[in-house]
């Protein structure tokens, strides 16, 4: 009879054109070792329609470009796909037995598109970076991504359909396209499980021709100290946001945002833009340049201005932000009318220049509050879309 024993990788990543290697482990006994071993695909039906297997049968479809070889003698047997293609992906079994619903391993094939160079972009804990994605679809029309390379694919993070990831609320932005079709990804409170390799691109998270690939790198020996993320106020009343930034950073722009599903709707500058709905109740009260500080006081607080804010300071492509959550309590008395905002688009891009690889460091992100201050942190965990390519059916043996 065949051993129970075998087991092997449950997920494999590849890319287009690319190969992949799945061994599988298997206990040498005389059964396993002489019966027959076989690679197959499930089907939407449901059925595994046979790869290749150690009778000799190969799919016409992978001929040439898939290998099975058995070791016995080590209780393994090893699959090889090379020249990879999107419709290889799904779900496989690697097994033991006649049939193909003997003993068998099931495992996930992503395939993804062929990765570009990748670049290497290194934060600071609890700081912030700025990514510069390549020039896309100059026509704007479809959605720019960040997505998150894993074992699995690549998982959304954040999108301009509005799509934020749970550990990500507040703290990540994608900036309007620019007219060269270039846009970038800000993330400010660096976390270090943010490391990893992500992508950006426009369209869908599959079948990018050569999406812009980011190595991300935080640096969990962080210089910068815990700050408070919530700010309260109450309805009729005012507050004051200290904005910090790297007073060696030579930053012509300096802002303040209110920031909802990755976008952020200026609000007010050092150059005197006010956003219209907010004349009269908000203004940049000072700015200093040797600390690098400057403090943003709002007036006339109404509850509709509960939510996330951003400081921000420019100096050519980066962007060093940071971010803070203000909690509105409402009064029982109050002479206050509060009234609907209606925040326009973002407008936090400058004039349009030319895109080369940008030049990354460190950027210091800091936000210090003052106020009431609420100190409060909750877990949270990543709920995010992934996507997946189904495989074609073939024949079975």
Not at 115 to 126: A, D, H, N
Request: with cysteine.
């Amino acid at each position: 009879p065949v051993s129970s024993t075998l087991y092997g990788s449950r997920f494999l990543t590849g890319e287009v054109g690319g190969s992949v290697t799945h061994q599988c482990f298997y206990s040498i006994t005389p059964a396993n070792k002489h019966d027959r071993k076989y690679w197959c695909k499930i089907a939407r039906s449901g059925v595994c329609y046979t790869i290749i297997s150690t009778t000799g049968y190969t799919l016409k479809d992978y001929t040439g470009r898939v290998s099975l070889e058995d070791i016995p003698q080590n209780g393994t047997f090893v699959v090889t796909v090379t020249e990879l293609k999107s419709s290889d992906a799904g779900i496989y079994r690697c097994g033991i037995g006649n049939t193909n619903r003997d003993l068998y391993v099931s495992l996930n094939l992503t395939v993804v598109a062929a990765l570009g160079p990748t670049e290497l972009i290194q934060g600071e804990l609890r700081g912030s970076v700025t990514v510069l994605c390549p020039p896309g679809d100059i026509r704007g029309s479809e959605k720019r991504f960040w997505c998150k390379l894993g074992r699995t694919g690549c998982t959304l993070i954040a999108d301009t359909n509005g799509y934020v990831g749970r550990s990500y609320q507040g703290r990540i932005f994608i900036t309007p396209q620019e007219s060269s079709g270039a846009f970038k990804i800000l993330i400010n409170d660096l976390k270090k499980e943010d490391s990893g390799l992500y992508m950006c691109g426009m369209g869908r998270l599959s079948g990018q021709d050569s999406p812009q690939v980011v190595a991300l790198q935080v640096t969990t020996a962080s210089t910068l100290p815990k700050r408070p993320k919530f700010l309260s106020g109450t309805v009729g009343g005012s507050l004051s946001i200290k904005c910090h930034y790297d007073p060696k950073g030579n930053y012509e722009k300096k802002y303040l945002c209110r920031w909802k599903e990755a976008s952020c709707s200026l609000l007010v500058d050092v150059d005197g833009f006010v956003h219209e709905s907010y004349k009269g109740r908000i203004e940049i009260v000072s700015s200093d340049q040797e600390n690098g500080t400057y403090t943003v006081v709002m007036s006339q607080l109404r509850e509709e201005d509960a939510g996330w804010y951003w400081c921000g300071a420019k100096h050519g492509q980066t962007e060093h932000t940071s971010s803070v959550k203000l909690l509105i309590q409402k009064e029982t008395c109050s002479s206050q009318d509060p009234e609907t905002s209606t925040l326009l688009k973002p407008t936090l891009s400058s004039s349009p220049t030319t895109h080369s690889t940008p030049t990354q460091r460190s950027i210091t992100g800091l936000i210090y509050v003052m106020g009431t201050v609420t100190n409060s942190t909750s877990g949270e965990s990543t709920s995010a879309k992934s996507t997946s390519t189904k495989g074609t059916s073939g024949e079975s043996t």
